[in-house]
């Protein structure tokens, strides 16, 4: 017993007595240590976010089915094409749209389609007031200019307000609008530093005053300041113009024929009725399916790099414990024989070369879980090939929106856990014994005799 403690003392002081050596052994180590700890790390960080991924599938698609049969009756006409319901329309990066508007005669005629229920008029038009914003490109950042917010003309009128979704709804602060508030506006919550304004407070907007008489929580939504439809179209100057109208019909079966005939009558609009809803859901399903199918496939190659990566670190391990204990025994052989001399049997000699590299592969695996603390993201990274997902979804209050893709990619970030931690010094410390078995085994067959001669 006393001389098993003592090979543990003899081989401390046989580790710090080679300072230089062991700190390069120990840093080689750690790397290879790291690296195999940051790749399960990277692995894992992936499967959260392909079920991350999976989830908002799921709900995204869950969403946008209740929100088209929520409008199923329901056929948008509009005069821009980015302020439709197509899930996939480009949002302008600079300066505003080319915005068109039409006469609001249109609403009477058609009110005249047979099947038609309701026509709500709405105007909406950028402001000419802009703001900057720092984007970035494949090409590098680059400055661009958007219009600080958008003017949303509704028809306040009681019996549509209560009927019919055209303002919104998460009031987070004061009220929403009513019948009569031609003087009154609804802003977004990402206005309230641009306006410096909160309820009560009096906002201009191109040259006249608003009171504000409630903030709505915007979330990703654009910047939006809703007011009654015939102020928004004075201050606007554009006096008896509409930019997209809600069209109602009485029944889904009218769907399909109402919308046609708008097309028909006015080719300038337009036109999503439910069934297009419904088309834009199956391409937005078929493009969901192919980026799950891809990210499945890239997780798969990424577990089988990470197989080949830890076999490789684990055989680099165990190697640099080999050949520096193989070195160790040649270079100590003469001390290999005294300790025999002395009574040291077979045993004590290769207990003692396996504690040093224990001590050594544990010290390794504690140099390692430090790098791998710090550079994980950057091994896995670096290592596996990464999953391009969708990001987070939000849902607007339009309507006829539904969730879409908001970030083309989103990563999990490799973070080395307690788990991760343990695992990785026991496995250097079995590692560190396993790679010294061979030259303490070898240690131990030195015959006294011939250790004592040796040079």
Same mark, same amino acid.
Do not use: H
């Given at each position: 017993?006393?001389?098993?403690l003592?090979?543990?003392?003899?081989?401390?002081?046989?580790i710090?007595?080679?300072?230089?050596?062991?700190?390069?052994?120990? $840093?080689?180590l #750690?790397?290879s240590?790291?690296?195999?700890?940051?790749?399960?790390?990277? %692995?894992m960080? !992936?499967?959260? /976010?392909?079920?991350?991924?999976?989830e908002?599938?799921?709900?995204?698609i869950?969403?946008?089915?209740e929100?088209?049969?929520?409008?199923a009756?329901?056929?948008e006409?509009?005069t821009?094409?980015?302020?439709?319901m197509?899930?996939f329309?480009?949002?302008?990066?600079?300066?505003?749209?080319?915005?068109?508007?039409v006469?609001?005669t249109?609403?009477?005629?058609i009110?005249?389609i047979?099947?038609?229920?309701?026509?709500?008029?709405?105007?909406?038009k950028?402001?000419?007031e802009?703001?900057?914003?720092?984007i970035?490109?494949?090409?590098?950042?680059r400055?661009?200019?958007?219009?600080?917010?958008?003017?949303?003309?509704?028809?306040?009128?009681?019996?549509i307000?209560?009927s019919y979704?055209?303002l919104?709804?998460? $009031?987070?602060? #004061?009220?929403g609008l009513s019948e009569?508030d031609s003087?009154?506006?609804? %802003?977004s919550? !990402?206005?309230? /530093?641009?306006?410096?304004?909160?309820?009560?407070?009096?906002?201009?907007?191109?040259?006249?005053p608003?009171?504000?008489?409630?903030?709505?929580?915007?979330?990703?939504?654009?910047?939006t300041v809703y007011?009654?439809?015939?102020t928004a179209?004075r201050i606007?100057?554009l006096?008896g113009k509409?930019?997209r109208?809600y069209?109602?019909?009485?029944d889904?079966?009218?769907s399909?024929?109402?919308?046609?005939e708008?097309?028909?009558?006015y080719?300038?609009?337009?036109v999503?009725?439910?069934?297009?809803?419904?088309?834009n859901?199956?391409?937005m399903?078929?493009?969901?399916?192919?980026?799950?199918?891809?990210a499945?496939?890239?997780?798969?190659?990424?577990q089988?790099t990470?197989?080949?990566?830890?076999i490789i670190?684990?055989?680099?391990t165990?190697?640099i414990?080999?050949f520096?204990m193989?070195?160790?025994?040649?270079?100590?052989?003469?001390?290999?024989g005294?300790l025999k001399?002395i009574?040291?049997s077979?045993?004590?000699?290769?207990?003692?070369?396996?504690?040093?590299?224990?001590?050594?592969g544990?010290?390794g695996?504690?140099?390692?879980v430090i790098?791998?603390s710090?550079?994980a993201?950057?091994?896995?990274?670096?290592?596996?090939?990464?999953?391009?997902l969708?990001?987070?979804?939000?849902?607007?209050q339009?309507?006829?929106?539904?969730?879409?893709?908001?970030?083309?990619?989103?990563?999990?970030?490799?973070?080395?856990?307690p788990?991760?931690?343990?695992?990785a010094?026991?496995?250097a410390?079995?590692?560190?014994?396993?790679?010294?078995?061979?030259?303490?085994?070898?240690?131990s067959r030195?015959s006294p005799?011939?250790?004592l001669?040796?040079?």
């Open positions: 017993m006393v001389k098993d003592g090979a543990l003392t003899r081989a401390a002081k046989n710090s007595r080679r300072k230089v050596r062991t700190f390069l052994v120990v $840093i080689a #750690g790397f240590i790291a690296i195999m700890v940051s790749i399960p790390a990277g %692995i960080a !992936n499967q959260e /976010s392909m079920q991350r991924m999976t908002n599938f799921a709900n995204t869950t969403a946008m089915q929100e088209i049969n929520k409008t009756t329901l056929i006409c509009s821009n094409p980015s302020r439709g197509q899930a329309r480009p949002v302008p990066f600079f300066g505003g749209m080319n915005e068109t508007f006469d609001e249109i609403v009477d005629e009110y005249s047979e099947g038609v229920k309701t026509v709500i008029p709405f105007l909406e950028s402001s000419s802009y703001i900057s914003e720092i970035n490109t494949p090409w590098g950042s400055t661009v200019y958007r219009p600080a917010y958008t003017i949303m003309g509704v028809c306040l009128n009681s019996s307000i209560a979704p055209i919104p709804t998460n $009031i987070t602060d #004061g009220e009569g003087g009154y506006i609804l %802003i919550s !990402n206005l309230t /530093s641009y306006f410096e304004a909160y309820v009560g407070a009096t906002v201009e907007i191109n040259g006249e608003f009171i504000v008489k409630g903030i709505f929580e915007s979330a990703n939504q654009p910047r007011m009654d439809i015939s179209q606007t100057g006096p509409v930019s109208l069209v109602y019909v009485v889904v079966s009218y399909a024929k109402v919308a046609d708008i097309k028909v009558m080719p300038e609009l337009y999503t009725s439910y069934q297009d809803r419904l088309a859901l199956q391409r399903q078929e493009v969901y399916t192919q980026t799950l199918s891809s499945e496939s890239s997780i798969a190659q990424a089988s990470a197989t080949q990566l830890i670190a684990v055989a680099a165990s190697l414990v080999f520096v193989l070195y160790s025994v040649r270079e100590r052989t003469k001390e290999i005294i001399a009574g040291f077979n045993w004590n000699v290769m207990s003692q070369f396996m504690i040093e590299g224990m001590l050594i544990l010290i695996g504690v140099a390692g790098i791998g710090i550079a993201p950057f091994f896995s990274s670096l290592l596996l090939p990464q999953i391009n969708f990001g987070g979804l939000q849902r607007t339009r309507p006829f929106q539904y969730p879409g893709m908001v970030g083309a990619q989103s990563y999990n970030v490799a973070t080395l856990s788990q991760f931690v343990f695992l010094l026991c496995a410390a079995i590692l560190g014994t396993l790679g010294s078995l061979y030259p303490a085994w070898r240690a030195i005799i011939e250790a001669r040796y040079e």
